[in-house]
């Protein structure tokens, strides 16, 4: 008998999961037999006792998400064989050896088939963000098989779940260490230099999903006059200033973030005169800048995390976006994004393209824009695939 509770199916409801998909929504499951806790692991069986899956359990709408179609024993072997596939993709993308690089997401949720769970590597430290009880609950096993697969590699685990796990959650988490001290915030992302914080900063501490992203700007950059919006950390500046812009302006509304931008700057170009930081409503900022700029980016953060919302968010992107239209200059670029989960691609550009035509903008589609290799979007979870970009020619 296993010692693990079983979710049972209603009658016709695990077609999605024969598919793979790694989510059980709570109106598909007829019964549970034995007592389930939130974060509990599971073995979810179909109407006629077919065994479907292992995963973790959770109050809400999506009741169990599997991280595993065998019936395994979720050991601290099978998690060692988990991070070992997902440190192999990142070598077979020739993120783990390369000089001008240290910083790449190690762990991306259900693309990595480990729902509920982020892992980001900052030149040694790995930043672990649970964002189910269940990953919480196995955080010090998971840090275990981390220095397992990682080696020498890994100086130091540390634990940010406190603001991600679910609010009605009956547990009181507190960010800290899990294994080893922080040793260095410093990183490198091709060539350019970093100071992360991930114990105070946003997400894991810096948005490593727009690396690629990043590295295109600077192809676009010489010689214009750069808008950053939502600077964040200044990735997106940084990458203007390498790329040999003219001036660049980065704008964000926490001071905490300015703050970051200024030292990344200086960190990469000691005494610049090119940069100049602003803390600022966006929408404010970008009232009055009357064609000051010729590349601007709008890389905001999540305007929609639960689809109650999208009808509102859209509105968000369709305002941002009309006003950079309104304000770039002739033969100006837009490199405009969405990092909302639930707003899908065609969601995006139709608010885009509704901007584009309050603008009464000429705008041709340069590039559509996608997240990186590091973030792999499981091919049976489409759902994964949360980051939309466009690079806009506006004349």
Not at 173 to 189: F, K, N, W
Request: with cysteine.
């Amino acid at each position: 008998m296993s010692k693990y509770s079983k979710v049972v199916l209603k009658k016709g409801k695990e077609e999605s999961i024969l598919r793979f998909h790694p989510w059980i929504f709570s109106g598909a499951i007829d019964r549970i037999e034995g007592g389930v806790e939130e974060g509990d692991i599971v073995i979810v069986h179909a109407s006629d006792d077919r065994f479907l899956g292992i995963g973790h359990s959770a109050i809400g709408s999506i009741a169990v998400r599997i991280f595993s179609f065998e019936d395994v024993d979720p050991d601290l072997t099978f998690w060692c064989n988990k991070f070992n596939s997902a440190f192999n993709l990142r070598q077979k993308i020739g993120l783990t050896s390369r000089k001008e690089t240290n910083v790449f997401r190690l762990i991306h949720g259900e693309g990595d088939g480990m729902p509920g769970l982020i892992v980001d590597f900052y030149n040694g430290t790995a930043v672990l963000q649970a964002h189910t009880v269940g990953m919480w609950l196995i955080r010090d096993l998971l840090a275990e098989a981390m220095k397992i697969v990682l080696g020498d590699r890994l100086n130091a685990v540390y634990d940010k779940s406190a603001k991600t796990l679910p609010f009605k959650a009956q547990i009181e988490p507190a960010d800290g260490y899990l294994s080893g001290i922080q040793t260095t915030r410093e990183v490198m992302e091709d060539g350019n230099r970093f100071l992360v914080d991930w114990e105070e900063g946003q997400k894991t501490g810096f948005f490593v999903d727009q690396r690629e992203n990043r590295k295109l700007l600077s192809e676009y950059a010489f010689g214009k006059d750069v808008l950053n919006m939502f600077c964040y950390t200044g990735g997106f500046s940084f990458s203007a200033m390498q790329g040999g812009a003219n001036l660049v302006h980065s704008v964000d509304s926490s001071a905490k973030a300015i703050e970051l931008t200024n030292e990344n700057v200086e960190l990469n170009f000691p005494g610049d005169k090119r940069h100049e930081a602003f803390i600022a409503d966006a929408f404010d900022f970008m009232k009055e800048i009357n064609n000051k700029y010729d590349l601007i980016v709008l890389d905001p953060p999540a305007f929609a995390k639960h689809k109650n919302v999208l009808g509102q968010a859209l509105q968000g992107y369709k305002r941002l976006n009309t006003r950079a239209f309104q304000q770039i200059k002739p033969g100006g670029v837009l490199f405009t994004f969405s990092c909302s989960q639930v707003v899908t691609k065609q969601n995006f550009r139709e608010a885009v393209f509704s901007a584009a035509a309050i603008s009464k903008r000429n705008v041709r589609i340069l590039h559509q824009l996608s997240q990186p290799g590091d973030h792999p979007i499981n091919i049976y979870h489409p759902e994964g695939e949360y980051l939309k970009g466009l690079v806009l020619y506006v004349e």
